[in-house]
Structure formats: C-alpha cells, structure tokens
C-alpha cells in the first residue's frame, strides 16, 4: 500500500558505495529496497524510482534481516544531510519508527548518489 509516506521516499539517491554494507560497515552482500517492490514486483520505469541501499546479510540474516524484520528503520531527512537509520528493539513500522524515535536517527555510512542522478539529469 503507498501512502504519503513512502511517496515522500521515491527518487532518493540510492546508497550505493559498492562494497560495505551502510549500517554497519561488514561486506555488503545485497541491494535493499528502501520501499518493497512487493511479491508481484513493478515496472522497470518504478524500479528506477526505488532508492537501494546497500546491506550486509540476507534478507533473513545482518541488517538486511533486520530491515526485513522490520527492527531496521531507513529514511530520507534534509535536515540531517540525507539517509539516516535507527534500529528497534522490536519490530515496528517505518512511519511510526519516524514519528516516534525522530532524534535517535543517525546518518548512514558515507551515502553516495546512485549514477542514475547523472544519467537522468535529477535531483532530489
């Protein structure tokens, strides 16, 4: 389901430094999309629009799991430079995780712009 919440979050740059993972620094081991494509998955102009952000673990395990767990929180803040993340002791979700817990953000590891900003000549 899209509400304005998660419109607020397509076209981000994506966190794609390439080899660690933004939370943690480990090995990053996969792209995580910052909003869920869902099981049906989306179109290939949607997909561009998805930030990724660049985790280790699977989608089970590392932050990954944790993102996927729902302990793991990522969002867009101006005010603090761009991604920040906030992990939770229990599962919660993204909105509330935000609302709540705002001034316990920290920013991600050295986010860089994905090409696509480049490529298409957008910013956020």
Do not use: F
């Not at 990724?52 to 590392?62: D, F, I, Q, Y």
């Not at 990522?74 to 005010?79: K, N, V």
């Not at 935000?98 to 316990?104: I, V």
């Not at 860089?112 to 298409?120: C, F, G, H, L, N």
Request: hydrophobic residues 35%; glycine residues 14%.
């Amino acid at each position: 389901m899209r509400g304005a919440y998660r419109d607020g979050l397509l076209d981000r740059p994506s966190v794609a430094d390439g080899c660690r993972c933004a939370v943690c620094g480990r090995p990053a081991t996969n792209r995580h999309h910052v909003i869920q494509k869902g099981m049906g998955g989306v179109s290939a102009a949607m997909e561009r629009r998805i930030p990724k952000v660049l985790l280790c673990g699977s989608g089970t395990t590392g932050c990954h799991g944790a993102a996927h767990g729902r302990l793991l929180h990522l969002q867009w803040c101006d005010g603090m430079g761009g991604w920040v993340w906030w992990r939770s002791d229990v599962p919660m979700d993204d909105e509330l995780a935000w609302r709540l817990h705002r001034g316990e953000y920290r920013p991600l590891r050295g986010w860089v712009e994905a090409r696509r900003w480049k490529t298409y000549g957008r910013r956020p």
